[in-house]
């Protein structure tokens, strides 16, 4: 049994660090009854799930400052986020435009979020009304633009031109409810629920929060007649490493692939996304592969 290790020093396309390319010192010939295995894999948790490529880093809300509903952008700069951070960067967003109003204790009150509801399954989004005139004990911040002449929920909306619903589980182009006056009347759906002025929105699809959660080792020494793609060598799920996180995987059980017989002067590996058979785009290259070869 032999085997070679990849590293970043292997790494032949450095916009993405997802191929890479190891050359034998001379033409290697491999025969019908040689295979490999992926017998290591140390990758640190550094693809975005959110991104101006992907298409899903932006939505919006709306606000009243007293000249009706007005729409601000919320655009999420590259990166890797749970909701918890999504539901902190709108929140920011708010900060930056003043609208958010202080309690008695100096706390921001902000009058939409994003949260998880495990039970479901999903994604809520909860909105307050926004009141006519200052409560006992709150305060303004600077910059407010002033009160609206009738209270309102701000209103969240994932534009249909974006992806960024699937993040969150909702449909294309959904929109929150102003509920101007609190005079909205939720039709009957278990998916949208209105307590005194608060509205609440369950997703309706499963959330995609990471759409890259499973990778693709691919090789071009690997032609698997009955494979879609036929050139798989491994697979990898990503099931609870954080962001940032050494990805470690040692695996115990090879997954022996045969080798497509012929002459090769390097080997290369790829890893893709499972869901878009592309290049992963991985923002760190300290990346380590180990591939074993056996004769059967």
Known sequence: MRNIVLTKNNIIDSSNNSVFRYNFPSTVKFTKNQKVALAKTSIYYSWNNIA????????????????????????IPDGLYNISDLNNYLHYVMISNSHYLINSSGDF????????????????????????????GFSTPSGWGGFPLQSFNPVITFPASSTINNIFGYIAGFATNANTNNAYVPPVSPYISKV?????????????????????????IINNQYGN?????????????????????????????????????????????????????????NIVMILVFKDE
């Open 52 to 75: 101006s490529t992907l298409n899903n880093n932006t939505f919006s809300y709306q606000w009243d400052n007293g000249a009706g509903l007005v729409s601000y952008n919320v655009v």
């Open 196 to 220: 005194g002025s608060t509205l609440s929105y369950i997703s309706t699809q499963a959330p995609n929060v990471q759409p890259f959660n499973t990778l693709l080792f691919t090789s071009n």
């Open 109 to 136: 009150v902000y009058y939409a979020e994003l949260e998880v509801n495990p039970n479901r399954y999903a994604i809520q989004i909860n909105t307050y009304n926004v009141p006519t005139v200052l409560p006992a």
């Open 229 to 285: 793609p036929n050139n798989v060598l491994f697979s990898l799920a990503i099931t609870d490493a954080s962001a940032g996180s050494l990805i470690n995987e040692n695996y115990p059980e090879l997954l022996w692939c045969d080798i497509n017989e012929g002459s090769y002067s390097y080997i290369e590996i790829r890893i893709l996304d499972a869901g878009t058979l592309t290049n992963l785009i991985i923002n760190d290259p």
